[in-house]
């Protein structure tokens, strides 16, 4: 689970994680996880393989990151 791997972390000294989106839903989930936890931080962005994808989702999601 998600919180025991952040107490683990946190137990071991790990203050700061990052959280890597590699399209636009799994960057929404990244955003969406950091604001819940603290120490977590999303990079939000886009995987080569995904980018034929529309990127205005995308767009919108870095948008709505840099608000928060």
């Known amino acids: 689970a998600p919180d025991e ?3 683990n972390a946190h ?3 790990v203050m700061k994680m990052i959280c890597v989106g590699t399209d636009n839903s799994s960057s929404n989930r990244a955003v969406e996880f950091a604001d819940q936890n603290d120490g977590v931080f ?4 886009i995987h ?3 980018v ?3 990127l205005t989702d ?3 999601t870095i948008s709505q ?4």
Do not use: F, Q, Y
């Open 5 to 7: 791997v952040i107490a």
């Open 11 to 13: 137990a071991a000294g």
């Open 42 to 45: 999303a990079s939000v962005g």
């Open 48 to 50: 080569p393989h995904s």
């Open 52 to 54: 034929s994808n529309n």
């Open 58 to 60: 995308l767009e919108r």
């Open 65 to 68: 990151a840099g608000d928060k």
